[in-house]
């Protein structure tokens, strides 16, 4: 969601990987929905409720900490250390609620091969994303910037 409020432009090669990318996944996943892959666990029917839900919160959360982001951006016309939610206890909730929505579908996928790949790709892509914002909010904000603030999961990493 993040990339859609940014002004920026971004380099066509990146643009094009991700558009081949997201062609890739979606019928991996487009697929493995319509059962065309038996390669899921048996569950029963409750963990589809659950994974929906937890989905449903993991997209809620990530959504919320873009926006927030966003508008403290705008609002002081640069960056800011951010001061809510849970960016009190990690620098990139959104990450971590990214990771949550999509292991979540795996959840409601029930753990087909297709949905724990692209979880697997989704915490490879953005966890080391996570550690890069938190080292560069570290050193931006220097004195300032909260010492216990971890950077993708509260209290641990």
Request: aromatic residues 20%; proline residues 4%.
């Amino acid at each position: 969601m993040y990339p859609c409020f940014l002004t920026n432009k971004q380099p066509v090669v990146i643009t094009a990987l991700a558009f081949f990318f997201c062609i890739y996944n979606g019928a991996l996943q487009a697929f493995s929905v319509l059962g065309y892959y038996d390669e899921t666990v048996e569950l029963s029917k409750q963990y589809n409720l659950y994974g929906l839900i937890l989905f449903a919160v993991g997209m809620i959360g990530n959504m919320h900490s873009d926006y927030y982001i966003i508008s403290l951006k705008r609002k002081h016309k640069g960056y800011q250390i951010p001061k809510q939610g849970l960016f009190l206890w990690v620098s990139a909730p959104n990450y971590l609620c990214e990771i949550i929505e999509w292991f979540g579908y795996v959840i409601f996928m029930k753990f087909s091969i297709a949905s724990i790949a692209f979880w697997t790709y989704t915490v490879s892509n953005i966890g080391p994303r996570a550690f890069q914002n938190h080292r560069w909010y570290q050193n931006t904000f220097k004195d300032d910037y909260p010492k216990n603030r971890k950077a993708l999961i509260p209290y641990v990493l």
